[in-house]
C-alpha cells in the first residue's frame, strides 16, 4: 500500500475508534494499539506532510508551537450571563420574561452553569478551523491547536444536510481527576500548583505547547449553536441535533414549562452535580425558541432571555479532632485538619464518616501553614465551619468560639520537629511555612526527588512511573538517583509489593515481571543521552526550573564549571538573580549532593552541552517556513538553519502546501522542486534568502 493510501485509512481507523470511544463508550482496540496506529500515522506524516489530512486524529495529541496567539474578533459577540442568587429574583426574571412576549406561552430549558472558560468553536463545511476564547467577549485569542486536542470535539461533522458555516460554544474544562494528577505533577517539579481547575483550564487552553496541552487531558461540554440563517427553531432542536452530530452535549439538560419546574430541576442538581467531572456553580435557564429569544433580546452585556443561578457554597460546622503534619516533597510542612461530623463528636477516630458537604464526604481540610492556625486562632475540639466552593479543597472558614462553654478544647501547637525524619524545623525569613532542612535523609524528600529526577521533562525515564519509585525506595533498592543506576535485572526480577492509595484506601499489587524489569532498564539507559541541561534540571536544585537549568547549561557549558562557579559569577548570567545563586551554592557544598553530582557522572550522564544556544538577531521571518535542499555557496546547510532560526523563522523537513518558501541550493532533488511548484511554494536563492534578512 502507497503511504498516501495508508494515511488515509489510518486516519479513517483512528476517527472510528475516537467516535466509538466518546460518543458511544466503547473500546474496541486497547490503549496501546490505538497508541501504536496513531505513531505510526504520526511517522507517515512527518514523512510525506504533503498526505496529512486537515482533520487527521494526529492533531489530538499536539505538536505545534504558536509563539503568541492571534487576537480573532468573535462574529457573534460572546456575551455573559445576569445572576440571581435566590428563588425571588427568579420569579422577577420569569415576571419580565412573560411580560416581554405579551402573554404567549412558553418553556424553558435548564442546564448546569459549569465553572471553566467559554470556547467558541467554527466549522467550515463541516471541518472544525476555529478555536477562540472568549477574551473581552468582542475580540479573543485564536487557540485552535489546542482545542483540537479536546478528544470529544469532532474534528470534522459527516452529518447531512449541515450548514456551510456554523459556530459552537461551550465551555472548556480541565476534569477534576485531571487536575489532581497534573498539580501532583507539578508539585514533583517543584512548581506553582493551579489554585483550582478552572485556572488550570485556562492556564492549559492558552499553552503555546499544543503536546502539553495534549497530555492535561482537556474536555468541552457544548451548550449553544449559532449560525447567520435560522437553521434550528429551538434550543432544544439544536442540541439534540449537535449531540447527533458527535458534539459532547453538556449532560443533564431539560425542557420545562413553569419557573417551579425550574426551581425543583435547582433542588435536583444540588447535590448530583458533585458526581459530574468539574465544578459546576449554578444553574442556566434559557427560553426554548429562538424566535422569543429574539423577541426579547439583549441589554448591553447580556440577553434578556436566559439568567443564571449561583448555588451558595455550603457551610458546614464540624468538629476538628486533631490535626496532622504532611511533609511534603520540598520538605514544606502543612497541617492539615482532621474533621468529623458534630454527632460524631464522642466516637473514635477511625470510626468516624466525616462531615457531608456538597455532595460528598469531608475528613480532611488544609490548614495551609502555621500563620493560617494562629489567624484561624482554631483550638483542637473545637467546632468550626467548612466550606467547599469551586475550589475542590474543602476549606475552613472560622470557628464558633460560643461553643467553647460546652466542649473543653486544647491549643494546636506546632510540631518544633519533623514528623517524618524527627529533625528540627526551619522557617526562612519572609516564607510562611516551616520546613525540614534535613533534605538528605528524610523520606518524602527523597523519594520526591527520584520523582522529579525520572521525569519526563527532567531525565525522561517514564518506565519509572506509577507506583514503581516507591517500591523500589521502600524496599531500600534506591534512595539516590544514582542508586538508579547500580539497578540490574537481578536486583529487579521479581519484586513485588503492595501499595495503599491512601484516598480510596484500596490496595494495589505492583510486581516487577520480565518485561517490565526490561522496560525499565532500557529507560535507564536511555536516559544516559539526556541532554546536560535535563540533567542539571533533574537535580531538583531549589529555584532551578527548567527555563533556569537551560540558561545555566547554556552560560557554564559544564557541570564542572558551574559547580566552580562563586555567587559573582551565577549573577552575571543573564535573570539569574541572588536567590537562585544562593541556591546553587548551598546545594553544591553539601557532601551528598556532590557525591550524588560525582556518582551521575560515573555512571555516564551529560555533564556538558554540545548546543550552541540560538542567538536572536531579528524577528523579520516571524512565523515564516522554510525546507533547504541543496548545497550552497557561503554557507553549510546547518549555518543556514541557525540564520533561519535566529530570524524567527521555522525550518522543516519536508515540502507540503503550507511551507513558505523553498531555499534552493545547487544539485537539489528535481521531485522536491517540482512539488514545490506544483503546489505553489515561493522558491528562492541563496542570494535572495540573504536580502530577506538585510544581508
Ligand atoms: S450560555 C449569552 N450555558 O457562563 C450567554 N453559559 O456568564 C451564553 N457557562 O461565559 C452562555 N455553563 O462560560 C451558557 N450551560 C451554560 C453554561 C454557560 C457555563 C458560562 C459561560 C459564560 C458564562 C456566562
New binding site residues.
Given amino acids: 500500500m502507497n503511504p498516501e493510501q495508508r494515511i488515509q485509512e489510518l486516519s479513517e481507523k483512528l476517527h472510528y475508534y475516537n467516535d466509538r470511544y466518546y460518543q458511544d463508550s466503547v473500546s474496541e482496540i486497547s490503549d496501546y494499539e490505538f497508541d501504536q496506529l496513531l505513531k505510526e500515522l504520526q511517522a507517515l506524516e512527518s514523512e510525506y506532510p504533503q498526505f496529512r489530512q486537515d482533520d487527521s486524529p494526529t492533531q489530538r495529541v499536539g505538536g505545534t508551537v504558536t509563539k503568541s496567539f492571534n487576537a480573532v474578533y468573535h462574529r457573534y459577540p460572546?456575551?455573559?450571563?445576569d445572576?440571581t442568587y435566590n428563588e425571588d429574583e427568579l420569579r422577577s426574571f420569569d415576571d419580565r420574561v412573560r411580560r416581554g412576549l405579551d402573554g404567549e406561552a412558553y418553556e424553558y430549558i435548564c442546564?448546569?452553569?459549569?465553572?471553566?472558560?467559554?470556547?467558541s468553536f467554527t466549522y467550515e463545511n463541516g471541518v472544525l478551523v476555529r478555536g477562540v476564547t472568549?477574551g473581552d467577549g468582542t475580540r479573543g485569542d485564536e487557540i485552535t491547536n489546542n482545542v483540537k486536542t479536546i478528544r470529544s470535539l469532532p474534528l470534522r461533522v459527516k452529518a447531512d444536510g449541515i450548514p456551510p458555516v456554523f459556530e459552537i460554544?461551550?465551555?472548556g474544562f480541565m476534569p477534576i481527576s485531571s487536575f489532581q494528577k497534573l498539580n501532583e505533577e507539578m508539585e514533583t517539579l517543584g512548581e506553582n500548583q493551579y489554585a483550582n481547575p478552572r485556572n488550570a483550564a485556562s492556564g492549559s487552553f492558552k499553552l503555546q505547547d499544543s503536546a502539553e496541552a495534549a497530555r492535561r487531558g482537556l474536555d468541552s461540554?457544548i451548550?449553544?449553536f449559532l449560525s447567520d440563517n435560522a437553521f434550528f427553531k429551538s434550543h432544544e432542536e439544536s442540541l439534540l441535533a449537535l449531540k447527533s452530530w458527535g458534539f459532547n452535549v453538556?449532560p443533564g439538560?431539560k425542557k420545562v414549562s413553569t419557573i417551579d419546574e425550574v426551581i425543583a430541576y435547582i433542588h435536583e442538581w444540588e447535590e448530583k452535580r458533585a458526581h459530574l467531572p468539574l465544578a459546576?456553580d449554578g444553574?442556566?435557564i434559557?427560553i426554548n425558541s429562538f424566535e422569543q429569544q429574539r423577541e426579547l433580546g439583549?441589554t448591553a452585556k447580556?440577553?434578556r432571555w436566559?439568567i443564571?443561578y449561583k448555588y451558595k457554597a455550603e457551610n458546614k460546622p464540624a468538629v476538628l479532632r486533631m490535626v496532622t503534619y504532611q511533609v511534603g516533597r520540598t520538605g514544606a510542612v502543612t497541617p492539615v485538619a482532621n474533621l468529623c461530623d458534630l454527632s460524631e463528636r464522642a466516637l473514635p477516630y477511625n470510626q468516624v464518616k466525616g462531615v457531608h458537604l456538597s455532595g460528598t464526604r469531608v475528613k480532611r481540610a488544609t490548614l495551609h501553614n502555621a500563620n493560617e492556625l494562629e489567624r484561624l486562632g482554631v483550638r483542637l475540639n473545637d467546632t468550626v465551619f467548612v466550606e467547599k466552593s469551586g475550589e475542590i479543597i474543602p476549606k475552613i472558614t472560622g470557628v464558633d468560639v460560643s461553643q467553647r462553654e460546652n466542649y473543653e478544647t486544647e491549643p494546636v501547637i506546632f510540631p518544633t520537629h519533623c514528623p517524618e525524619c524527627g529533625h528540627e524545623l526551619q522557617r526562612n525569613e519572609g516564607e510562611v511555612a516551616f520546613f525540614c532542612p534535613n533534605d538528605s535523609h528524610c523520606p518524602p524528600q527523597l523519594k520526591g526527588r527520584i520523582e522529579h529526577f525520572i521525569h519526563r521533562k527532567a531525565m525522561n525515564i517514564e518506565s519509572l512511573g506509577e507506583g514503581k519509585i516507591e517500591l523500589l525506595f521502600d524496599l531500600d533498592l534506591v534512595r539516590t538517583p544514582a542508586d538508579l543506576y547500580d539497578l540490574n535485572h537481578d536486583k529487579l526480577l521479581g519484586l513485588e509489593k503492595n501499595l495503599l492509595n491512601e484516598e480510596t484506601g484500596k490496595l494495589k499489587k505492583i510486581s516487577f515481571r520480565e518485561k517490565t524489569v526490561e522496560n525499565i532498564l532500557k529507560g535507564i539507559e536511555v536516559s544516559r543521552t539526556v541532554p546536560f541541561k535535563n540533567v542539571l534540571f533533574a537535580l531538583g536544585i531549589r529555584f532551578v526550573g527548567q527555563t533556569v537549568a537551560e540558561k545555566l547549561a547554556a552560560y557554564f557549558k559544564s557541570m564542572r564549571a558551574l559547580r566552580a562557579a562563586t555567587y559573582e559569577q551565577l549573577t552575571a548570567v543573564p535573570e539569574i538573580g541572588g536567590r537562585i545563586a544562593l541556591s546553587i551554592e548551598s546545594f553544591f557544598s553539601v557532601p551528598e549532593n556532590q557525591m550524588l553530582v560525582e556518582r551521575l557522572e560515573r555512571a555516564g550522564l551529560q555533564m556538558e552541552s554540545d548546543e550552541k544556544p540560538v542567538e536572536i538577531e531579528s524577528d523579520l521571518l516571524d512565523g515564516k517556513t522554510f525546507v533547504i535542499s541543496g548545497v550552497f555557496e557561503n554557507f553549510e546547510r546547518d549555518e543556514l538553519k541557525e540564520k533561519i532560526e535566529a530570524n524567527g523563522g521555522k525550518v522543516l523537513s519536508g515540502v507540503s502546501g503550507k511551507l513558505n518558501y523553498l531555499l534552493a541550493g545547487a544539485n537539489m532533488g528535481p521531485s522536491k522542486l517540482e512539488k514545490a511548484r506544483k503546489l505553489g511554494v515561493t522558491i528562492i536563492s541563496e542570494e535572495e534568502f540573504l536580502a530577506m534578512i538585510g544581508n
Avoid: Q
Fill in positions: 460572546m456575551l455573559s450571563l445572576n442546564e448546569l452553569k459549569f465553572d471553566g472558560i467559554s470556547l472568549r460554544r461551550g465551555e461540554y451548550y449553544s453538556s439538560w459546576t444553574i442556566v434559557k439583549f447580556s440577553p436566559a443564571s
